[in-house]
């Protein structure tokens, strides 16, 4: 990849910055594949999970009551 372009230094995005936008899309994907009247389960959520360990959160559990 070239890192100039007209003799002008080319600022490229982290690759964090890349990460989390693409984990960003697949949750928006998640949300929009819920049937109409149907629940977002944020504990099957993959994009949620890898979104949270990007962050550097802890993920969300729950106990069963």
Same mark, same amino acid.
């Given at each position: 990849? !070239? /890192? *100039? !372009?007209?003799?002008?230094?080319? $600022?490229?995005?982290? +690759?964090?910055?890349? $990460? *989390? %936008?693409?984990? +960003?899309?697949?949750?928006?994907? =998640?949300?929009? /594949?819920?049937? +109409?009247?149907? *629940?977002? =389960?944020?504990?099957?959520?993959?994009?949620? /999970?890898?979104? %949270? !360990?990007?962050?550097?959160?802890?993920? /969300?559990?729950?106990?069963?009551?």
């Amino acid at each position: 990849m !070239r /890192a *100039h !372009r007209f003799g002008r230094k080319i $600022k490229l995005p982290s +690759t964090l910055a890349l $990460k *989390h %936008q693409l984990l +960003t899309m697949m949750f928006e994907d =998640e949300i929009r /594949a819920i049937p +109409t009247g149907g *629940h977002f =389960e944020e504990n099957e959520s993959p994009a949620l /999970a890898m979104l %949270q !360990r990007l962050r550097g959160s802890p993920p /969300a559990c729950r106990r069963p009551d």
